[in-house]
DNA sequence: CTGAAAGCGCTTACAG
DNA sequence: CTGAAAGCGCTTACAG
C-alpha cells in the first residue's frame, strides 16, 4: 500500500492537518513538529497524491499539447521546448498526436477536459475544435489562427515564403515553383505560398503551385514532386513549404541528373535541429521553435491566471533565412 | 462553474448514485431513466471528472514517458508511436525530456509518482533513477538495461554493429573508425562499439574508437570528428553511432574534398524516417521504432495488470541493414 | 501552535 | 431498478 498522510501524521503523533500544513508551508508549525513530519515521510517514503491535492484545489498543473506527430522534427523539436518549458515552471504536459485528424483532435481535446488541464497549446489545422464544451478552457494555438477567442502565436510565414521567393528570384531563377501542404487544412503554409504568389505576380512571373494532398504519405509527396519535373521540365527554382518535403526535392532532382543550385535552386522551411544536421547544406527559412514555445507558454500561463487584459490577440516571431548550398 | 454529477442528477431527476451508473454502465437501470440522464449531461455540457475519478479506483490511465529529447528524430518517432498506441489503448502520456540528466530524471520519476501513473517508461541510460520510492510502480526500459527488476525492450545492438562493421569490410574498407556517444552512460551504442570491436579483431584489424563527450553538443560533435581525420588520415570507413552522427561525418568528409563512398564509406544507425527523409543516401541499421514502442507497451500493460508470471525479462527485436550511397 | 470536521467529484457496497 | 452513506487522499476554514 502507498504510504498516506494519514501513515505520516500517525508516525509523527501529529494530526493529517498538521502534515499538510508541513507540506504546504501553511500557517504556524513548531521547529519540532515539522521535523518530525519530516523524518516520518522519509521513513515511509511517503510522497503526497498530486490527484488528490488537484481535486481539491481545482489546479492540475496539467497542461495539454497537441501536436500533429512528434515524429516531424518541427514537432518533436516543438514539444521538447514546450515540455522542457512548462517542467521548469511546475507543468506537467500532456502529449497529443492528432496527426491533423479532427476526430482524433476532438476526442484528445475531450480527454483533456476530463482530466481537468489547466489549459491547452494546440498546433492544430481544423477549426472548430475548441467549442462549446470548452468555452472556459484556456488555449493557445500555434501555427494558426484557430478563432477570435484564442490567441495565436506564430511565426511570419508571410514574411518567410517573400524571403524565400525574393531569394530565388535574385539568385536568377525564372520558373520558379512552389510545392505546399494540404490547403484544405488552414496551415501556416497558405501564408507562404501566398507571399510566394505575391512575390512573383509583383516580378510578373506565373506562380506554379502544387499541393501535397496527405503531409503523412511520403510516396504521394514523391509522386507530385515528380510531376512537378515532369510538367514543368523547365523549373529552376523551386520553393518547398517544410525541409522535408525539400529533402525530397533534393533527392528527386538528384535522381534526374540536375545539378543543385547549378540547374536548380531549392529553399526549404522550417530549419529544424534535425535538418539542419542531417541536410546542412539545404537553404531554408528558420523558425525560431524556441521562441514560439516560451511564446505561448507565457501566454497560456496568464490565461490561467486569468489576466484577460494584457493577452495579445496575435503574435508573430521573426524568421531567419538561412542559406545554404542548394541556391 | 463545471458541471458536476449532482447538477446532472438534479435535471434528470435522479440520484448522483444513477448517474454514476449511467456513465459506468453498472447495475440494472432502466431505458427511461437512462435516457434521461444522457440528456441532461447533453443539456448542461457535463464531461465527468477523470481526476475524481482517479482518486476512487486508484487507476489514472496516465503513463509516464521518460526519454532524452523528442526533437531528436528517434525519441520523436518513438515518442509518437508510443503515445498513439497509448492512446487507442485509452491511456493518456505524460511527456518527460530528460536530456540524459540524472537529476532531471530522478525529478521526474518523482513527479510521475505524485501523479500516480499507473506506469512508466523509460528511455534513459542512468541506473538507480527507480530505486527504493519505486519499488511498486511498474516500469519498462527501453534501449537499456536498468536492473534485473525491470524488463527490458530493446532492438538488436549487437547484430546492428556487427551487421554496421561487417558491410564496411566487405566493401574493402581498411581502415575503418568507430564514433560513439558517451560511454559512462549506459546507452546501447556500448553494444554496438563492442560489435565493431570484435568484428574488427576477428578480421586482424586495429579498432579504433572515438567517444563524444556530449550527446547534444553539435560542436563538440563536430570537434571530435574533425580529430578522427586528423589523426587518422588514412581512415576509410566509418560507422558511427546514429544517424545525426553520420550525417555531421558527412558533412566533414565533403568539407575535406573526401569522395563518399569512394575515399570514405559511412555507415550510420537509427534509420528514422525523418534521417531517410532528409538524407536518403545514408547506410544505416534501422531500429524497428514502432515495434519497441508496441513491445514495451505490451509488457507495461502486463506489469499494470499484475501479470508478473509471464512476462519476458529482456526482448530484443531485430534490426534492418538499409544500403544507402554512403557504402 | 494544533486538531476535528467538512468537502473536492466521484464510485461502490449496502439496503430497500 | 434506485438512493443514502461512506470513503478515495488531500486541504482549508474554524475553533481552541
Known amino acids: 500500500m502507498k504510504a498516506k498522510i494519514s501513515d505520516v501524521a500517525k508516525i509523527a503523533g501529529v494530526s493529517p492537518t498538521t502534515v499538510s500544513r508541513v507540506l504546504n508551508n501553511r500557517g504556524y508549525i513548531s521547529k519540532e513538529t515539522r521535523e518530525n513530519v519530516y523524518k516520518a515521510m522519509k521513513e515511509i517514503n511517503y510522497f503526497p497524491n498530486d490527484i488528490a491535492r488537484s481535486l481539491f484545489n481545482k489546479r492540475t498543473n496539467l497542461i495539454g499539447m497537441i501536436v500533429p506527430q512528434t515524429s516531424n522534427p518541427f514537432f518533436g523539436e516543438l514539444a521538447f521546448h514546450i515540455e522542457s518549458i512548462c517542467a521548469s ?82 539568385k536568377g531563377c525564372k520558373h520558379i515553383v512552389h510545392i505546399n501542404g494540404p490547403l484544405k487544412l488552414e496551415t501556416p503554409a497558405n501564408l507562404r505560398r501566398k507571399a510566394y504568389e505575391n512575390v512573383m505576380k509583383k516580378d510578373r512571373k506565373q506562380p506554379i503551385t502544387y499541393e501535397i494532398s496527405n503531409t503523412f504519405d511520403r510516396n504521394i509527396q514523391r509522386e507530385t514532386i515528380s510531376k512537378v519535373f515532369e510538367e514543368h521540365p523547365e523549373v529552376d527554382g523551386i520553393f518547398a513549404s517544410d525541409d522535408l518535403l525539400a529533402a525530397l526535392v533534393v533527392a528527386e532532382a538528384q535522381k534526374r541528373g540536375k545539378n543543385i543550385p547549378r540547374d536548380l535552386k531549392i529553399v526549404g522551411y522550417d530549419g529544424t535541429e534535425a535538418s539542419q544536421t542531417l541536410l546542412p547544406g539545404l537553404t531554408t527559412v528558420q523558425q525560431p521553435i524556441e521562441s514560439i514555445a516560451q511564446t505561448a507558454i507565457d501566454i497560456l500561463l496568464k490565461e490561467i491566471e486569468g489576466e484577460f487584459s494584457n493577452i495579445p490577440r496575435e503574435i508573430c516571431l521573426p524568421v531567419k533565412l538561412l542559406e545554404g548550398q542548394t541556391t
Do not use: W
Not at 496527426?99 to 481544423?126: F, P, W
Open 89 to 170: 515552471l511546475n507543468y506537467k504536459v500532456l502529449l497529443c498526436n492528432s496527426l491533423n485528424r479532427i476526430d482524433k483532435e476532438k476526442k484528445y481535446v475531450e480527454m483533456l477536459i476530463r482530466n481537468q488541464v489547466d489549459g491547452v497549446i494546440a498546433v492544430t489545422y481544423n477549426r472548430g475544435i475548441f467549442d462549446s464544451e470548452s468555452q472556459s478552457l484556456p488555449v493557445v494555438a500555434v501555427d494558426h489562427y484557430l478563432s477570435k477567442d484564442i490567441p495565436t502565436v506564430s511565426s511570419d510565414n508571410y514574411s518567410g515564403g517573400k524571403q524565400a521567393t525574393e531569394l530565388l528570384i535574385s
